[in-house]
Nanobody
Framework: VQLVESGGGLVQAGGSLRLSCVVS????????IGWFRQAPGKEREGLSC???????EYADSVKGRFTISRDAAKNTVYLQMNSLKPEDTALYYC??????????????????WGKGTQVTVSS
């Protein structure tokens, strides 16, 4: 599976960004697409995921601020990020797990990763 992220950038605190992840190469009808982030010196953090059956999961740190969605026709998964905070600054990754119909924010379970898109939130 190939994943290409876009939409990152520099935004002021309180602002919004929408990340996109174009996905290709699925070989299974069941899959999960996840969004993770990693800040310098910190572990990779799971933020949200969406399954092929539209199940979603959110980390407590982004619940109510971030929204994940999927456009199957465009093979694209979005992460709408509102009320951004300086602590949201990180490299944001899109990832895929095939053959699974549930949801998970456990990084080691995912097979394929994009190269990431940088999000910087200024105070």
């Amino acid at each position: 599976v190939q994943l290409v992220e876009s939409g990152g950038g520099l935004v002021q605190a309180g602002g919004s960004l929408r990340l996109s992840c174009v996905v290709s190469g699925f070989t299974d009808h069941d899959y999960v697409i996840g969004w993770f982030r990693q800040a310098p010196g910190k572990e990779r953090e799971g933020l949200s995921c969406i399954s092929s059956t539209e199940k979603t999961e959110y980390a407590d740190s982004v619940k109510g601020r971030f929204t994940i969605s999927r456009d199957a026709a465009k093979n694209t998964v979005y992460l709408q990020m509102n009320s951004l905070k300086p602590e949201d600054t990180a490299l944001y990754y899109c990832t895929a797990l095939e053959g699974y119909s549930g949801t998970t924010l456990t990084a080691y379970l995912y097979d394929d990763w994009g190269k990431g898109t940088q999000v910087t939130v200024s105070s």
